[in-house]
């Protein structure tokens, strides 16, 4: 856009990675580039520019309303998955005042985070499908539960577990619930702490006698006879 166009200077501009591509910059930049071309791009730099210092200013505006829940804040961004802007969408969404849902699970009826129940004659109808909430949570909570599926935390082996058999869309539907349930408890009480229970906490909680009967089921199942025999 300053008028360079020799396409061995401007290759040599590449910082980091792409220095090891300098032969194939050079040839990238061999081409027609007019003043006018120059005009357009500049235009939409400018307005890339624009965008980011309207970006900003709003940023501005959000850290000076979120001020006064800072300590709410924190301590949802030590959930996993839940980072500071993340922590910002969910306050705005649902306030930090939780004496307007009892327990967890009307907070997360409400957010619909809850599958719901039909019942006809005394049967159950329908898929449990959860219904529809408000968008923005439901997003935010959608985002946060990915990123937690991908840590190697107490959150993200349930999201592993549940993926294997239910499906990934359930899996993060049912880590969003984990999530919700996980912030209703901090912010209904102020001292509260989050303490992750780990990726073993599923294989550990339960007891080596407990494991043993679920193996054996499962061989059961298989169409095995099973006898234990301690080791010696």
């Known amino acids: 856009i300053a008028g360079e ?23 990238a930049f061999v081409g027609r580039f007019s003043e006018h071309h120059a005009f357009l791009l500049a235009r939409m730099l400018a ?6 210092a309207d970006i900003t200013t709003v ?13 709410a804040v924190t301590r949802l961004d030590e959930i996993p998955g839940v980072a500071t802007t993340a922590a910002h969408a969910i306050l705005a969404e649902i306030g930090v005042d939780m004496t307007r849902f009892p327990t967890p699970g009307h907070l997360a009826s409400w957010v619909k985070f809850a599958p719901g129940v039909k019942q006809s ?3 159950n109808k329908g898929n449990g499908a959860t219904g529809h909430g408000n968008p923005y949570l439901a997003r935010t909570l959608g985002e946060a539960a990915v990123g937690a599926s991908k840590t190697s935390t107490f959150l993200g082996e349930r999201y592993r577990r549940i993926a294997r058999r239910r499906g990934k869309k359930k899996a993060v539907v049912a880590i969003g619930r984990s999530i919700l349930t996980i912030i209703w408890h901090l912010l209904n009480d102020e001292q509260a702490r989050f303490i992750d229970l780990g990726p073993d906490h599923h294989d550990t909680r339960t007891g ?22 301690p080791a010696t």
């Open 5 to 27: 166009r020799d396409p061995k200077t401007l290759a040599q501009l590449a910082r980091t990675r792409m220095r090891t591509k300098l032969p194939q910059l050079q040839e």
């Open 47 to 52: 307005q890339i520019d624009a965008i980011n």
């Open 59 to 71: 940023e501005q505006r959000i850290a000076e309303l979120v001020a006064p829940f800072a300590a």
């Open 121 to 123: 004659a005394g049967k």
């Open 208 to 229: 080596t006698q407990h494991a043993i009967r679920n193996h054996i089921r499962s061989l059961n199942a298989l169409g095995y006879q099973v006898t234990l025999q």
